[in-house]
Nanobody
Framework: QVQLVESGGGLVQAGGSLRLSCAAS????????MGWYRQAPGKQRELVAA???????NYADSVKGRFTISRDNAKNTVYLQMNSLKPEDTAVYYC?????????????????WGQGTQVTVSS
């Protein structure tokens, strides 16, 4: 079992900043890609930012230049620094991780999600 626990959401005024954290725990040998997604009311879940185990990053066009994703592999943790927040960034933010567990005789790979953290940006 793998658990992802997010923290850092909240209410902020437009132009402000928030930092989200997501810590993975459980039976893990390796965490591959990690990412942040968001879902606003009435909209589909969308990718915000992703980072590979080697540190390569990918961002949605709407957040480029404002958000920064990073990770601490030693802590199995991914972060999302959000600056210059806009009301349209309001959503539930979800952490995602592609995790593997293996022994000499067993292999398991799975895609895991956190419970979500609310980010609300007031105008």
């Amino acid at each position: 079992q793998v658990q992802l626990v997010e923290s850092g959401g909240g209410l902020v005024q437009a132009g402000g900043s928030l930092r989200l954290s997501c810590a993975a725990s459980g039976v893990i040998s390796r965490i591959n890609d990690m990412g942040w997604y968001r879902q606003a009311p009435g909209k589909q879940r969308e990718l915000v930012a992703a980072i590979t185990s080697g540190g390569s990053t990918n961002y949605a066009d709407s957040v480029k230049g404002r958000f920064t994703i990073s990770r601490d592999n030693a802590k199995n943790t991914v972060y999302l620094q959000m600056n210059s927040l806009k009301p349209e960034d309001t959503a539930v933010y979800y952490c995602n991780a592609d995790c593997t567990y293996y022994t000499t005789t067993y292999f398991r790979r799975g895609d895991y999600w956190g419970q979500g953290t609310q980010v609300t940006v007031s105008s």
